[in-house]
């Protein structure tokens, strides 16, 4: 697996602590897991490494995003857990809408350009710039809205009630 500081991948890195005599086990049973998850949406690959001293293993993996990942985790609870109840196919994919907001680091970006934009010492092309990342944000912020509206039709909620249970503050409103 190639380590590079570009793109947008999220990376992982676990640490075990094991003993001299089992750290081959561990990295056995590490090596099935990882076959296993090879086939998951997003999933990118692992490098496993040992200490010579026997005492640890470093996984290093790479998942092609947050959300990916989010869902391997959500799967992988569910397998675990059965019981629990399950949202439809249709829930969980209104629930990931209305979750999608703008990326740290768009939402970092969108921060600085406005602060300059107060200061008054934003460049032209900045200002293009923050047009274009205020436009993305009120899409994704109306596509989130329009999911939310149509879960709570779905549940046959208001949708200030489906806002509460699911933790959702409204934002102020600027006048």
Known sequence: MHISKDGDLITLINVFDTTPEQQQALIDQWVRFTEEVSNEPGYVGTALHKSTDGTR??????WRSQADFDAFLEEALLLRNPSRPTLSAQETKLIRQINRGL???LRKRYAQLSGR???GTLTATEHKELLKLTHEAESRDAD???ALVELAKLRRLPVRT?????????PPIHG
Do not use: S
């Open 144 to 146: 989130r809205a329009a």
């Open 117 to 119: 934009q107060k200061k």
């Open 57 to 62: 293993v470093i996984n290093y993996a790479h």
């Open 103 to 105: 990326p740290v680091d």
């Open 162 to 170: 489906l806002m509460t249970q699911m933790g959702i503050k409204a």
